[in-house]
């Protein structure tokens, strides 16, 4: 009988042993990564970038795909057995020349980290009119993925894991009016809109991958001080929020509920290479353990069952085809 996480089947914490403030550097305690390569996009800054610097420290060579190379050169100076390559998520055809420059190499790929993402911007639209949250945080690492398909097939024993968020819960996936071209536009239901596509993504991948010894993940970083993911954001938002004063100043009690960037990374460095997920994917994880279903809508925390459902993860992975014109080429499932 498959076992897959369709309707939250396998949601459940499996007593993992960290916690929201475990850091990088006791989920990589023990773990050797000789031999490995890793992608990491988004790996120049923030949570990126201690994941690129935790996987090298454990001995993986890590590609860092970049838009801005200048300023990537700048941030992982320092860093040992890493490689800088130019992609842009809102350019697909830049996506399409990375991914073939690495299938070029001839080198197996054993982790996929697809972590690059914004929030928090105004209505804006790529050159195919997709609205930009959606295009960035979810069908770029789709597309990517597709085109890396045939490395994380050769590595045997391949994890592709894409950084979500909590902000899932702000919305489900629109099939109707995916791009805002109907709607009004509203900056966190489209971050949420994404978000959700990763898990559903993320759930099928794993579903159609495992065969091939692939397996995907999707996580929550957690609320992490100290990244640019808000570097767009209104100055007047967060005071709006209840998260600064007036003068801009973050609140205390905000700032001590916070994450540091190695506790922030930490999940996503578990789900990389943790031995307890060898046997289970397709799950949603958080503070470094598997996350709890969290049936009420209402509190935060947890994955949504809307997120994690099977007929609508099969409908999003034939809309995404059609979006990015790629066939994904796992086979089917039934």
């Not at 085109?147 to 045997?156: S, V, Y």
């Not at 994904?328 to 039934?334: E, H, K, L, Q």
Request: with cysteine; glycine share 10%.
């Amino acid at each position: 009988m498959e076992h897959t996480n369709y309707q939250g089947a396998q949601q459940r914490p499996i007593g993992s042993g960290f916690n929201a403030k475990s850091t990088t550097s006791e989920v990589i305690r023990g773990i050797d990564l000789s031999g490995k390569t890793a992608i990491v996009t988004g790996g120049n800054t923030g949570i990126g970038l201690e994941t690129v610097s935790t996987l090298s420290s454990a001995g993986a060579s890590v590609i860092v795909p970049a838009r801005d190379i200048e300023k990537a050169k700048r941030n992982l100076d320092g860093i040992a057995n890493v490689e800088i390559e130019v992609m842009d998520l809102m350019e697909p055809a830049s996506i399409v020349a990375f991914a073939e420059k690495f299938l070029a190499s001839q080198r197996p790929l054993h982790l996929l980290i697809n972590n690059a993402g914004i929030m928090w911007v105004p209505l804006r639209r790529d050159k195919r009119g997709f609205e930009s949250q959606l295009a960035t945080n979810y069908l770029a690492p789709f597309q990517l993925t597709a085109r890396l398909w045939p490395a994380l097939k050769n590595a045997q024993g391949a994890r592709v894991v894409n950084v979500s968020s909590g902000g899932h819960q702000f919305a489900d996936f629109d099939f109707e009016d995916p791009h805002f071209r109907q709607r009004d536009y509203e900056t966190l239901l489209g971050y949420g809109q994404s978000k959700t596509a990763m898990n559903l993504f993320s759930l099928e991948l794993d579903a159609r991958a495992k065969k091939y010894g692939v397996r995907a993940y999707a996580l929550c970083p957690g609320a992490v001080g100290g990244t640019e993911l808000s570097r767009e954001a209104p100055t007047d938002l967060f005071q709006k929020l209840g998260y600064t004063d007036a003068e801009g100043n973050i609140l205390p009690e905000v700032a001590a509920s916070l994450k540091t960037i190695p506790q922030g990374a930490a999940t996503t460095v578990w789900c990389a290479t943790s031995p307890m997920l060898n046997e289970m994917g397709g799950v949603y994880c958080e503070n470094v353990d598997v996350a709890q279903l969290g049936e009420n809508t209402s509190v935060i925390g947890g994955v949504k069952p809307y997120s994690l459902d099977r007929e609508n993860a099969k409908r999003l992975w034939k809309w995404s085809e059609e979006m990015t014109g790629l066939t994904f080429d796992t086979g089917s499932i039934s």
